[in-house]
């Protein structure tokens, strides 16, 4: 089975500007959540969809927004980009979303705001 | 508030000794708890969970986590490190339909 899948991999945009993430869950995966990693922050939970809805947020501003397509295939956008938006981006699958279900990760996409 | 702490933001350990990450919890409600460790340059992967039953979960790579609720903690062991262990661990907190992330903890084998 083919995992998590995040592209691009690398992205560098300006200060200003808009970026959209993709993440392709790994197949039979309906929940896909998205992660913020900082060196200073650590890890911190964006959002969570399952079957195009979105069921859990964290506490970002709304410049970050996510959707899920009715494939499970799931894009993040993050709007009017900021400086301290820099950080590596990891979208995770699960089968259910449940509590017991361990989260499958990408290997991130990372952000570059100059 | 809830919250996961790992009090060390990095473990040293000599090839062959046992090893242990601390990780410590204060959340409402019966937590599920799971360990993940980062390779560079890549995303999280799954070592164990505990949701109920023996204190002692066993997970992939001869890890080993040991849950003890009156201390609120869930450390993660290996009797006999290897180098390439070296990595950095999460411990995860889910309660309630969110989960929490410790800050990691970066492991360092030395030969």
């Known amino acids: 089975k083919a995992g998590v899948t995040q592209t691009p991999r690398y992205l560098i945009k300006t200060r200003g500007q808009q970026v959209t993430l993709s993440c392709s869950p790994i197949?039979?995966?309906?929940?896909v959540s998205w992660y913020q990693q900082t060196p200073g922050q650590g890890l911190q939970f964006l959002f969570e969809?399952?079957?195009?809805?979105?069921?859990n947020k964290g506490n970002f501003p709304g410049r970050f927004s996510g959707r899920q397509f009715s494939n499970s295939r799931s894009e993040m956008n993050v709007s009017t980009l900021e400086l301290g938006d820099s950080a590596l981006y990891l979208c995770?699958?699960?089968?259910?979303?449940?509590?017991?279900?361990?989260?499958?990760f990408g290997n991130g996409t990372r952000l570059t705001v100059t | 508030a809830q919250s996961v702490a790992q009090p060390e933001d990095q473990v040293n350990v000599a090839e062959g000794n046992p090893l242990t990450v601390k990780c410590t919890y204060s959340?409402?409600?019966?937590?599920?708890l799971f360990w993940y460790v980062q390779y560079p340059n890549r995303g999280l992967q799954f070592l164990l969970k505990?949701?109920?039953?023996?204190?002692l979960v066993k997970g992939s790579y001869g890890f080993e986590a040991e849950f003890n609720k009156s201390q609120t903690s869930f450390h993660l062991k290996k009797p006999s490190a290897l180098v390439s262990d070296s990595a950095l661990y999460f411990c995860?907190?889910?309660?309630?339909?969110?989960?929490?992330f410790g800050k990691g903890t970066r492991l360092h084998i030395l030969p």
């Open positions: 995770a699958s699960s089968s259910t979303g449940g509590a017991f279900s361990p989260l499958h």
């Open positions: 197949s039979g995966h309906r929940s």
């Open positions: 969809y399952f079957s195009e809805t979105q069921r």
């Open positions: 959340v409402s409600g019966n937590p599920y």
């Open positions: 505990y949701i109920t039953g023996d204190n």
């Open positions: 995860a907190v889910r309660v309630n339909d969110k989960i929490i």
